[in-house]
């Protein structure tokens, strides 16, 4: 190929930047850039998270506001989950029946509002996708900016929502509109290395962490705060006693919206990937000068790869492929970090859903109890990602991460299956009562539950297993989103201009950009484990409330511990495949030989 000025082929054009002063791009800005988007995801799970605590207050209050009103979508939502709990053996009786469990007090609305939250996050396993696909052709930033105008006009149909209807209107919007999170993940996958990713993602997960603890608390506070009674004039305009949480995720919406459009660079641009193809250069060149060991040689046979130990070569040895071959590959192993990001999530929701109904049904918890353990879940899994995953993910490996993550959410799980005592001596299937235990058993069993010093003991397993949700959380999720934003960049270390030399002038080729959209690769994976999400808890809650907690949460625990052996099998580790184009390794060969 002839020296040109620029040369650019691919299969998609990079988004123009939004204007001069977001242009620039280094090494030494990757920090900085970090800094504000974990700065305004941090603000936008803040106001995703305020409304978290006020589910079964803000339902109550428009099931009493629309009391008697039998044609409302409240009246028929409520009606459709009375069916539902009917067909999973729940009833009003006070004496329940062998094929039927006592209904839990408010159990409607504690079902409503799961509904919700799976509706949210089916609108997101829809939007996802069609995000991300839009963020790789017109930019992150401008995309993102998009984004959050849904967010704003969400939380003003919520600050005036009087009635069901418009609550459901302002989710709805809510849910088809956020893509904070996952172009915040494209955007860090943007601008770090292979090396660095883990360290830059693991900013996503401190985020979600520090949010669930501190957001709940925010809104249970600010519902406190009347804008009714303050101005009793609004009302007729839509104003609810809960307007004040509203108005608090809308001022610190607009407050994210500001600051992103004052800071945020374009991230998916020719001078990102010029700086971060700059900054592999220089960690290749240190790791060679400092290494002489022997490494792994992938070899790769079709769509499959293996790895054989090689005492000949001083350096990892980078596979060359086909264009076509390397795109069946990533998508061969996003397939497989989308599935299992989906089982994960899956299990791991449901569980944490039916979590406050265990902890209330069989200790008895508070609020203040029940705030206390899910703030030590969230506590613990921030200082995790911050000092193990952030600092140690590239160097003990994703893979492994996630499968310490799942054994750890395994072992957790387990340990709340047995603290739940009586809780699942028995269990009803198909019309018919099964005892679980022989009759000594399960009066030992009750006898415990007498016990004052059995009682702590359990308390001691349940907050174990709350370690164990705690570990998991801070790993499995984020390291399978490095594994996937490490596919999408398989075969793209010829995908940034080379500099080469001629008697008069210094000129750069540029070849294919990326061999997969990065945004909507990352968007599919994610909405995946959105899918995960909305059909989790609905799962967890039938078999809950079914077959018993004991029942519940062992058949999850040796179901994670299935998943957690498959993963061990079927993921890859990206890391040890260096994988560029055909053309890249020529190129890379006839430079040396030169």
Same mark, same amino acid.
């Given at each position: ?12 054009? #990079? ?39 006020? !589910? ?26 009375? /069916?539902?709990?009917?067909? *999973? ?30 509706? !949210?996050?089916?609108? =997101? ?28 006009? +969400? ?29 915040? *993940?494209?955007?860090?996958?943007? *601008? ?43 009302? =007729? ?28 660079? /374009? ?15 220089? /960690? ?11 490494? +792994? ?50 299990? !791991? ?22 705030? #206390? ?18 600092? &140690?993910?590239?160097?003990?490996? /994703? ?43 399960? %009066? ?21 297993? #709350?370690?164990?949700? @705690?570990?998991?959380? @801070? ?18 270390? %010829? ?20 061999? *997969? ?6 968007? &599919?994976?994610?909405?995946?484990? =959105? ?27 040796? $179901? ?8 061990? &099998? ?13 053309? $890249? ?10």
């Amino acid at each position: 190929m002839s020296a040109k000025s620029t040369t650019k082929t691919g299969s998609r054009p #990079a988004p123009a930047v939004a204007s001069s002063s977001h242009s620039s791009a280094s090494p030494e800005s990757v920090p900085k850039v970090t800094r504000i988007v974990f700065t305004a995801l941090l603000l936008d799970i803040l106001a995703f998270t305020i409304i978290l605590p006020l !589910f079964p207050r803000l339902l109550q209050f428009y099931r009493d506001s629309e009391h008697g009103d039998q044609t409302s979508l409240l009246a028929w939502s409520l009606s459709r989950l009375t /069916e539902f709990q009917s067909a *999973i053996g729940l009833n009003d009786a006070k004496t329940p029946t062998s094929s039927s469990i006592k209904r839990p007090p408010k159990m409607d609305i504690v079902l409503l509002g799961g509904a919700l939250g799976s509706l !949210f996050s089916v609108l =997101q396993f829809i939007a996802s996708p069609v995000i991300g696909k839009l963020s790789d052709v017109l930019g992150r930033r401008r995309v993102l900016l998009i984004s959050m105008l849904g967010n704003l006009i +969400s939380c003003a149909v919520w600050l005036f929502s009087s009635t069901f209807e418009l609550f459901v209107l302002s989710r709805i919007i809510g849910g088809l509109s956020e893509g904070n999170v996952q172009l915040s *993940i494209a955007m860090i996958s943007d *601008i770090t290395t292979p090396a660095t990713r883990s360290k830059g993602l693991a900013m996503v997960g401190i985020a979600f962490a520090i949010a669930f603890t501190v957001g709940p608390a925010l809104g249970a506070y600010f519902a406190n705060k009347d804008l009714v009674a303050a101005w009793p004039g609004l009302a =007729q305009y839509g104003l609810h006693p809960f307007s004040g949480s509203a108005l608090l995720a809308l001022v610190l919406l607009t407050v994210e919206s500001l600051y992103l459009y004052a800071k945020l660079p /374009e991230t998916n641009s020719e001078s990102w990937r010029l700086a971060v193809q700059q900054t592999v250069q220089q /960690e290749t060149t240190d790791a060679s000068s400092g290494s002489s060991s022997s490494s +792994s040689t992938p070899v790769i046979k079709g769509s499959t790869a293996t790895t054989t130990k090689s005492a000949s070569t001083s350096s990892s040895t980078t596979a060359a492929l086909d264009q076509e071959k390397i795109q069946a590959l990533q998508q061969s192993y996003l397939s497989v970090l989308s599935f299992t990001h989906f089982a994960h999530l899956f299990l !791991f929701s449901g569980m944490e859903f039916t979590l406050t109904f265990l902890t209330f049904h069989l200790f008895d918890f508070s609020h203040m109890q029940q705030g #206390a353990l899910l703030g030590y879940i969230g506590i613990l899994s921030s200082l995790l990602q911050g000092g193990y995953v952030r600092r &140690r993910a590239h160097i003990v490996g /994703e893979k492994r991460m996630v499968l310490q993550g799942m054994v750890a959410a395994a072992i957790g799980l387990g340990s709340i299956a047995l603290v739940s005592g009586g809780g699942g001596a028995t269990i009803t299937l198909l019309g018919e009562k099964f005892i679980l235990f022989p009759g000594y058993v399960i %009066d030992a069993i009750e006898w415990l539950d007498t016990q004052e010093w059995s009682r702590k003991t359990r308390m001691w397993g349940l907050y174990a297993g #709350a370690t164990g949700l @705690a570990v998991t959380s @801070a790993t499995v999720v984020n390291c399978l989103t490095s594994l996937a934003s490490l596919v999408c960049d398989m075969g793209s270390n %010829d995908a940034l201009p080379t500099p080469t030399s001629t008697s008069t002038t210094t000129t750069t080729t540029t070849t294919k950009k990326q061999t *997969i959209g990065k945004g909507l690769a990352l968007g &599919r994976f994610r909405s995946w484990g =959105q899918l995960g999400r909305a059909a989790g808890p609905i799962a967890a809650c039938s078999l809950y409330w079914r077959v018993g907690p004991l029942v519940c949460y062992g058949a999850a625990s040796a $179901a994670v511990f299935a998943i957690a052996f498959l993963s061990s &099998r079927i993921l890859p580790e990206v890391r040890k495949l260096p994988i560029r184009t055909r053309a $890249a390794a020529a190129a890379a060969s006839t430079k040396k030989t030169k």
